[in-house]
């Protein structure tokens, strides 16, 4: 058991979230292991964004401990949970809407060396923030966009920006919430590969997703929510033979 | 040379130029305050005593006010952090009526009666503050604090949760509003050498907001523009007489229906800066 929960990189130990009188998770345990791709679906309302609210400090669970690499971050503030390493997108995309798209590949970095150098124009007093910005901005393709404004921008490219932001924080695990909503074929086959090379380099990626065939292509682990508890946990090909899934999720979408 | 009048007017635009800023850094992070006057009316009072009483050299005492309002500025901002919008905004007016009433009951510096004593200080030393005020605040919009600061103005929310520390943003900013609103006061009152307590009413702090929102609230050098056009529009208009303030008032009206962002905003000022380097 402890050897194990040395392994996980963010570990969840019964985790409830209670909003007046409605248990909006009861429960839950999950683990993300280093350079895994781990999977969360389930009907809307199962309380899967909730579940990323509580990893990431925006709402405190009343119940169970979330840990990240053994230490517990159950209490700690977002800001400070983002800067030991989880970093996040939002199902709604939130931007910075009068920010241009380099500005955001800035804003999220962590500061490293002096104190000085966050009170001095960045281009020159933190040339290592400037480069990652910069590769960032390459690696996502968004070089044509580079003094956009973020509410100028087209639905897909805020999506992409949204993601290059998060990275920029240097996370070790990167929690997606419906990462290829509202995005063609093509850009979520693109996203795939982004995914799998990201994950090459080292980072554990925990997603929400509707899209079944994105989610089975893409994640080793998939956790099923239903009413704010796991009621199934597998490999794509266990989950997709699951009757408990097949019956709560899957069934209730094809009967749509 | 230029007159005595001219001197004066010169002299307002740099005091508002650095009220109008102080109002900036703090709107910055989306928090508006109106109550910048008393953190002015502190600066003011705590300069003119250094001075005056422990014969203190001008410079030395207003690095000293502003250090003093900058505490009194971060204290504020412990309480501003739970209100929004509006409420805020009322919460900071409160406090800056606060203040003057506290000087107005304040008898050991003359209470109503006001305080006298300052010497006189040139335009040239106002315009250093001022200019260098500005340039500080130009420098620190190119740094990532300052991105962080406009992150928590567009959506604090989201900021937090890409690993920026809100709180400790918006306590900065109104530290840093409130040392530069003191430097406007300790200034004001060696300039006018004469200081009362209705010198930082509730008008005033409306003025450094309107100089900001009608300059461009979006980036520093709109305070500059406000400042300008709050304090010498009305002159200009002279020739109107007694009509000249309402005519003041429409052609604020039209520029904030034209220019919600005010005159300047950054794509302005970028295509602007453009321009010149490219010529």
């Known amino acids: 058991m402890t050897a194990a929960a040395d392994q996980a990189l963010l570990r969840l130990t019964r985790v409830s979230k209670t909003f007046g009188g409605i248990r909006a998770l009861s429960d839950v345990s999950l683990s993300v292991e280093q350079k895994r791709i781990v999977g969360v679906i389930g009907p809307n309302g199962a309380g899967k964004t909730t579940l990323f609210n509580v990893i990431t400090g925006a709402y405190r669970a009343d119940a169970g401990e979330v840990a990240l690499a053994g230490e517990s971050i159950t209490q700690w503030p977002s800001y400070r949970i983002v800067r030991a390493g989880i970093a996040r997108t939002f199902q709604n995309i939130r931007l910075f809407a009068g920010m241009t798209v380099w500005e955001h590949l800035l804003v999220a970095q962590p500061h490293q060396g002096a104190m000085m150098r966050r009170f001095l124009p960045a281009r020159w007093a933190d040339p290592a923030a400037w480069s990652r910005a910069e590769e960032t901005l390459v690696l996502f393709g968004l070089q044509n966009y580079r003094n956009s404004v973020a509410r100028t921008l087209a639905y897909g490219i805020q999506r992409k920006v949204e993601m290059a932001r998060a990275l920029t924080a240097k996370p070790k695990l990167l929690l997606l919430d419906e990462p290829v909503a509202g995005m063609n074929r093509d850009e979520s086959t693109e996203l795939r590969r982004l995914l799998l090379q990201l994950r090459e380099r080292g980072l554990a990626i925990l997603l929400i997703e509707h899209d079944m065939t994105f989610v089975m292509n893409l994640c080793e682990d998939v956790y099923v929510l239903d009413f704010g508890a796991v009621i199934a946990l597998g490999n794509p090909s266990e989950i997709r033979r699951d009757p408990v899934v097949l019956d709560a999720y899957l069934g209730r979408e094809a009967a749509c | ?279």
């Open chain 2, 1 to 279: 040379m230029i007159s005595t009048y001219e001197a004066g007017l010169l002299a307002d635009v740099g005091i508002l130029l650095l009220g109008a800023l102080s109002v900036y850094i703090i709107l910055a992070t989306g928090q508006l305050s109106l109550g910048n006057a008393g953190f002015m009316g502190i600066g003011a009072y705590i300069a003119s005593f250094l001075t005056v009483e422990l014969h203190w050299p001008l410079t030395a005492a207003l690095i000293a006010a502003a250090f003093v309002a900058s505490a009194i500025g971060v204290v504020v901002g412990f309480p501003a952090l739970r209100l929004k919008g509006i409420y805020l905004a009322m919460a900071t007016l409160g406090f800056g009526e606060m203040v003057r009433s506290f000087f107005l009951g304040f008898e050991r510096m003359g209470g109503s009666a006001g305080y006298r004593g300052m010497q006189h200080v040139s335009l040239g030393y106002i315009w250093a503050w001022a200019a260098g005020a500005l340039l500080l605040v130009m420098t620190l919009e190119r740094s990532r604090m300052w991105l962080e600061m406009r992150a928590v103005h567009d959506d604090e929310t989201a900021a937090g949760l890409v690993g920026l520390n809100t709180t400790l943003t918006k306590i900065g900013a109104f530290g840093f509003g409130g040392a530069v609103a003191a430097i406007a006061g300790g200034l004001f009152a060696h300039q006018y050498v004469y200081i009362e307590p209705a010198n930082f009413g509730f008008e005033r702090s409306i003025d450094f907001v309107l100089a900001v929102i009608l300059g461009g609230s979006t980036v520093g050098v709109g305070a500059l523009i406000g400042a300008a056009l709050l304090v010498l529009l009305p002159e200009w208009l002279r020739f109107l007489t007694d009509w000249r303030l309402a005519a003041f008032g429409v052609l604020l009206i039209l520029v904030l229906l034209t220019r919600r962002q005010g005159i300047l905003d950054r794509a302005l000022l970028a295509k602007l800066t453009l321009r010149r380097s490219a010529s």
